[in-house]
């Protein structure tokens, strides 16, 4: 795992002190809280001892690297044999992080697994597009746009391909959904 510590520098009091010691314990302070969703920091913030020009490396570190927010789709097709609904499954993690889950029957039959599978990434993009939007009310802004992971292939491709054939033609609006609000 890579961290942001100095290897080859030992610490020293030669150090250049920086004046404003109370900002400094603040923000040492709430990595601290942070530790516990970012393991990669925790081996520097134990080291930030005295504020010092060697411990603002670490700082700046830690305010460039933002955990990027990705999602996972998944369906099960055809799950239930009474009903025959296909169950919707999707995971937002920030970082390494799980924020949110969900795993329910959908609420149409769909004809095929790519529908089904498609319908679930909708469903994904949906609350990938709200914690975005909760982020930028709070002026939290993420790196890059969030990211979507699927294991069907042509539901994949439906996405890069906006080719509707007769057995997809009814999955369209969801289409237009997922490609307009996230890159794949």
């Known amino acids: 795992m890579a961290t942001p510590q100095v290897t080859k520098e030992k610490p020293s009091s030669s150090n250049n002190v920086i004046v404003d010691a109370i900002e400094f314990c603040n923000i040492v302070g709430a990595?601290?809280?942070?530790?516990?969703?970012?393991?990669?920091?925790?081996?520097?913030?134990?080291?930030?001892?005295e504020p010092t020009v060697t411990d603002l490396k670490g700082l700046r570190y830690l305010y460039n690297t933002f955990p990027s927010l990705y999602g996972f789709s998944?369906?099960?097709?055809?799950?239930?044999?009474?009903?025959?609904?296909?169950?919707?499954?999707?995971?937002?993690?920030?970082?390494?992080?799980?924020?949110?889950?969900?795993?329910?029957?959908?609420?149409?039959?769909?004809?095929?697994?790519t529908e089904a599978e498609y319908r679930s990434m909708a469903h994904t993009v949906a609350k990938l597009t709200w914690i975005t939007y909760l982020f930028h009310d709070t002026c939290v802004y993420l790196p890059r746009a969030p990211q979507?992971?699927?294991?069907?292939?042509?539901?994949?491709?439906?996405?890069?391909?906006?080719?509707?054939?007769?057995?997809?033609?009814?999955?369209?609006?969801?289409?237009?959904?997922?490609?307009?609000?996230?890159a794949i």
């Open 74 to 113: 998944d369906a099960d097709s055809v799950d239930c044999t009474i009903t025959r609904q296909s169950t919707t499954c999707y995971c937002v993690f920030i970082g390494a992080n799980c924020i949110s889950w969900s795993s329910k029957k959908q609420s149409i039959v769909s004809c095929s697994s």
């Open 148 to 182: 979507l992971f699927c294991d069907n292939i042509s539901a994949l491709h439906m996405t890069i391909n906006p080719v509707f054939h007769a057995c997809t033609k009814h999955i369209e609006f969801d289409y237009h959904f997922v490609s307009e609000k996230i």
């Open 31 to 49: 990595l601290e809280y942070l530790t516990f969703t970012r393991p990669d920091i925790t081996h520097v913030v134990q080291l930030f001892t």
